[in-house]
């Protein structure tokens, strides 16, 4: 089960921004503001057995950075107090972003998995195009990298709200959008598929409409080449993550918004 929370967090990567350039088209005005906070509950499911695991929380709040107006996100990923007695996880993800054009400016990374760390910290360059980042995990101890900004490059947590901010009429069914995004020392690459509107059922909430992406894994110890990580936006106003889906090698975990609060727009659910 190792790294089974924080596939929660790589779900987030679905979109990539690079210098005031995005890959998706992007909605004239953003439908999240500052103050506003979610919580989700993990599940994972293996056949007929479903076991809630873990929880993450997303929050959102403004400042300046550097002289420019910033948004700041954070997201935390916990295992539940039952699993810490078999497998104990805690990850924290903080990104600084432009508020105008969601470019990033820092992304730090704070990971416990069952004895298993990892910290991250970038700064981002962006007239020279790099991100200069310190990486620490598996006790290899701290490491410097030069991760390259071009085609596109961004960190996890604030491509939740550069999602969010992608203008859905503009975008085409089935179409595959490339992307990319860097975690540790890495840039992965990968695309998403826009699957249009559907009604999805949201745990213990209800039914909402919801815009489906499909997103192309990395081929590696938990997953097969072929799979798709599924994921749920509202097709309201609001448009936050209603849920989520990762299909591993054995079994998948799942992800279900299961509270909101001083969000923009009213998230439409029906009971």
């Known amino acids: 089960m190792r790294r089974c929370l924080v596939i929660f967090a790589l779900l987030f990567s679905l979109t990539a921004a690079g210098q005031q350039k995005t890959v998706l088209p992007m909605a004239r005005e953003y439908p999240f503001q500052a103050g506003e906070q979610m919580e989700f509950s993990l599940l994972y499911k293996w056949g007929a057995v479903v076991t ?7 929050q959102l ?40 054009d969601l ?12 004895g298993y760390t990892a910290t991250n910290l970038y700064i981002y360059d962006w007239e020279q195009e790099v991100i200069h980042a310190d990486v620490n995990f598996g ?19 604030s491509l939740v709200y550069a999602l969010r901010a992608a203008d859905f009429s503009r975008m085409e069914v089935n179409k595959a ?8 020392e890495a840039v992965f690459n990968i695309h998403l598929t826009y699957k249009g509107i559907e009604t999805v059922k949201v745990r213990r909430l209800g039914k909402t409409r919801a815009h489906h992406i499909s997103c192309s894994v990395v081929q590696g110890a ?3 080449g072929n799979q798709e990580l599924q994921m749920w936006l509202s097709a309201d106003d609001a448009r936050i993550l209603v849920g989520l889906m990762a299909p ?4 998948g975990v799942w992800a279900w918004v299961k509270s909101t609060k001083d969000l923009k727009h009213p998230f439409e659910v029906q009971k």
């Open 139 to 157: 006790g290899r101890g701290e490491e410097h990298y030069e991760i390259p900004l071009k085609n596109g490059v961004q960190d996890l947590p």
């Open 52 to 58: 809630e695991v873990g929880s993450a929380s997303l």
């Open 248 to 251: 591993l090698r054995v079994g």
């Open 177 to 184: 959008y490339p992307l990319s995004f860097a975690i540790d």
């Open 103 to 114: 470019r990033p400016f820092k992304f730090t990374r704070d990971t416990y998995e069952g």
């Open 61 to 100: 709040d403004s400042l300046s950075y550097q002289g420019v107006p910033t948004y700041h996100t954070g997201l935390y990923v916990k295992s539940a107090p039952f699993f810490d007695i078999f497998f104990k996880m805690r990850e924290q993800f903080d990104s600084w972003f432009a508020a105008q």
């Open 222 to 224: 938990m997953f097969e």
